[in-house]
């Protein structure tokens, strides 16, 4: 009986609604997301977004036989979520607020902002955003109304991860 090989995977560093992330074995430095579920377009969206933050080299879409990721530099550090109070500089809400000016730079409201996709890194002394989506143009091309329940469900968000930065050192 021929039994398929088993493909050789780098170690789990998270999951979520889009698949699995693993470190990429062939690239040192890089990471691999599992997009496979998802339309190839989505893939592409995403890859944009991560080099608008990260640079031009930063990502790209690969396509595998047994499916299709966007490879991605490794961002540094560990989640917001698994932060501990301590770990966190006296300044940690000022370094969060230049995080969401620095996508504002780019033309990125950040479309599911929440502490698991937020990296801390503390060698770099900054906060970087992961799981990439975009909300501006769905943002501004809704009618005023639609804006407003966007409005209150990003300022949830916003006073969410702002609490748990006020009880930094």
Not at 83 to 91: A, K, M, T, Y
Not at 120 to 146: G, H, M, Q, T
């Amino acid at each position: 009986m021929n039994l398929p090989k088993a493909r050789e995977e780098g170690a789990l560093l998270g999951s979520g609604l889009c698949g699995e992330v693993r470190r990429d074995i062939d690239h040192d430095g890089f990471v691999l997301k599992d997009i496979s579920r998802f339309p190839k377009n989505l893939a592409q969206e995403e890859c944009s977004l991560f080099q608008r933050v990260y640079g031009e080299r930063a990502a790209v879409v690969v396509e595998k036989e047994h499916g299709v990721y966007l490879r991605m530099l490794e961002v540094p550090g560990k989640t917001l979520a698994k932060c501990e109070p301590s770990e966190l500089p006296v300044n940690a809400r000022d370094l969060f607020l230049q995080m969401i000016s620095d996508l504002n730079d780019v033309g990125i409201i950040h479309g599911d902002l929440h502490s698991g996709n937020i990296m801390y890194d503390k060698d770099s002394n900054r906060f970087w955003p992961i799981d990439l989506s975009n909300a501006y143009d769905s943002y501004y091309n809704n009618p005023i109304e639609v804006r407003a329940f966007m409005d209150i469900d990003n300022e949830k968000r916003f006073q969410n991860i702002m609490s748990k930065l006020s009880n930094s050192a």
